[in-house]
């Protein structure tokens, strides 16, 4: 992982670069995830073990043998002398539980209610590596972008330097013009910089997700199809939600524990079937078979431990029940705030369009009026990092808005 790490992000030669859409930079990481991978695992052995517990309630079967060298010596017993023998007995015993306290019935319902929350805990992973996808998706194009948007005011403070020491020198400005415009090339310098470090650590990350190379991403789309009112967002979300899911199985869980607790403190009732074949055991060609049909039952009757058992299951019982609602309601916050937060993402990438565009036509304008001598060189050297600060916002908002939705989609179970 490592050595493909840098291979991406410092050579750029070990994955090919080819055009990538976030959808594909989704599937890619969903396929690629260990984390998803370990989920999987669980929700797998979360099957693995209802089938374990309908186990419990289904038929036995088991067969012991025994075979040994030896020589009985019966001392003259029944006129028995002694002799070699060969020592063997075979035994197969068939048994069918009838009644056990609805300890089965527990059992399978609490497997399943794992089964659900383990299938529940898969689609919150996966909910939240698609979001963490979109999230490094749109870092690296909003770092790529930075970089430029720097890159080119390097470029024009150099310029503006360039032509602020000409004019000083022809003694048409004073020297504060060079001083500033030398700040202000350094700071755009310094924030080049910032951006090129952001760059490094976007791909790096997005190579890390998804096992793709960060390099020719596609613009952001548009927001995926989302719920058009808070209502239908919230009705989604109680129905979908992984974390609610998954904490109301749980809750299921907790209640079908406690049924078996109690059923574990009564009577177990079974049928048996057994056969056996003996030979040589007690005294030379001693031979004995035998068949036994019956039906068998054990009661503790006293059982410290099991009532002991019975109030701690009802009591974890009674936690889940509290947990459960403290997770239906705290999925109700979220998804207000979530929601909210993309209709303000929306808003604040529509202002940002605005003011990045207004920015540019400033600089333009003030531009041309510091060429013509109506103002200052301070007003373009501020119109030219207000367009800069304006078009790096502008990137950051598209980045918000797409990860914004793509988090209340999480929370909604899609």
Do not use: C
Not at 62 to 89: E, K, W
Not at 385 to 395: N, V
Request: aromatic content about 4%; hydrophobic content about 50%.
């Amino acid at each position: 992982m490592k050595r493909r790490l840098l291979a991406v992000w410092l050579a750029g030669v070990a994955l090919p670069a080819q055009a990538t859409t976030l959808e594909q930079a989704i599937d890619a990481a969903v396929a690629h995830a260990p984390e998803l991978a370990a989920s999987q695992a669980e929700a797998d052995a979360a099957d693995a073990r209802v089938a374990i517990a309908r186990g419990s309630g289904l038929p036995t079967a088991s067969i012991s043998a025994t075979i040994g060298i030896g020589r009985l010596d019966p001392g003259g017993f029944f006129g028995l002398g002694a002799a070699n023998v060969t020592p063997r007995a075979v035994q197969v015993g068939i048994e069918q539980p009838l009644y056990a306290g609805g300890r089965v019935k527990a059992a399978i319902a609490q497997a399943r209610a794992g089964q659900a929350a383990a299938r529940a805990a898969e689609g919150m992973t996966r909910g939240q590596i698609v979001a963490s996808v979109a999230q490094a998706y749109g870092d690296v194009l909003a770092a790529h972008q930075m970089r430029a948007l720097y890159a080119q005011l390097q470029d024009q403070m150099s310029e503006v330097l360039r032509q602020a020491n000409l004019r000083y020198k022809a003694g048409e400005s004073p020297s504060t013009d060079v001083a500033q415009a030398k700040a202000r090339l350094a700071e755009a310098q310094a924030a080049g910089a910032r951006a090129d470090g952001m760059l490094v650590a976007a791909q790096a990350h997005f190579t890390n997700l998804t096992g793709l190379a960060a390099s020719d991403l596609q613009p952001l789309p548009q927001s995926p199809a989302l719920p058009a009112s808070l209502d239908e967002a919230m009705d989604l979300a109680m129905h979908h939600n992984p974390a609610l899911a998954q904490a109301e199985a749980t809750r299921r869980a907790a209640q079908a524990g406690a049924r078996g607790a109690k059923g574990a403190v009564l009577p177990s009732v079974g049928a048996f079937a057994e056969g056996a074949v003996v030979r040589d055991q007690f005294f030379p060609d001693y031979r004995a078979d035998s068949a036994t049909f019956g039906v068998r039952a054990r009661w503790q009757f006293i059982d410290p431990a099991g009532w002991a058992k019975i109030r701690e299951s009802s009591s974890m019982a009674k936690a889940a029940e509290a947990r459960a609602t403290a997770a239906r309601q705290q999925i109700e916050e979220l998804v207000i705030a979530a929601f909210q937060g993309l209709r303000t993402a929306a808003l604040v990438e529509e202002a940002a369009t605005q003011q990045a565009q207004s920015a540019a036509l400033a600089r333009e304008s003030i531009a041309h009026e510091v060429r013509v001598g109506m103002k200052p060189q301070l007003d373009l050297l501020d119109a030219q990092r207000e367009a800069t600060g304006a078009a790096a916002a502008l990137a950051r908002a598209s980045t918000d808005r797409i990860v914004a939705a793509y988090q209340l989609l999480a929370l909604l179970g899609q």
